[in-house]
């Protein structure tokens, strides 16, 4: 991954630049580790070769997986990271994906 500090003027924006083949959830996560980043809000756009998404279901009190096993173009990519009791980053976003046969959009399941 390649990252700059883009603006800085009482607050930090990043931009960052994953390696084709590198997992975005890990990535994010291990930079704002990295990074102390204790609070903020995200935005992308970009591809992801497979994805993994969910759908909350409210009855079930829990999230149903839905694979995207194909390159897929992200049209929006937002959430916000926040700090886990442990001191650790927890992401929380929300995707919208297009892929070759059919449209996907879905929530990542979140630690918090």
Known sequence: MKSKVAFEDGGR???????QGEEAFAAVTAFADAKAITAASIAAIGAFESAKVGWFDPAAKR???ISVDEQC???S????IAQEDD????LHLHA???????????RSPSRR
Do not use: H, M, N, W
Request: aromatic residues 6%.
């Open 13 to 19: 924006t990043f931009v960052l630049i994953l390696d």
């Open 63 to 65: 999230y149903i997986p």
């Open 73 to 75: 173009e992200v049209l």
């Open 77 to 80: 990519l937002l959430g916000d």
């Open 87 to 90: 001191g650790k980053a927890s």
């Open 96 to 106: 919208v994906a297009r892929a070759s046969r059919r449209q996907r959009a879905g």
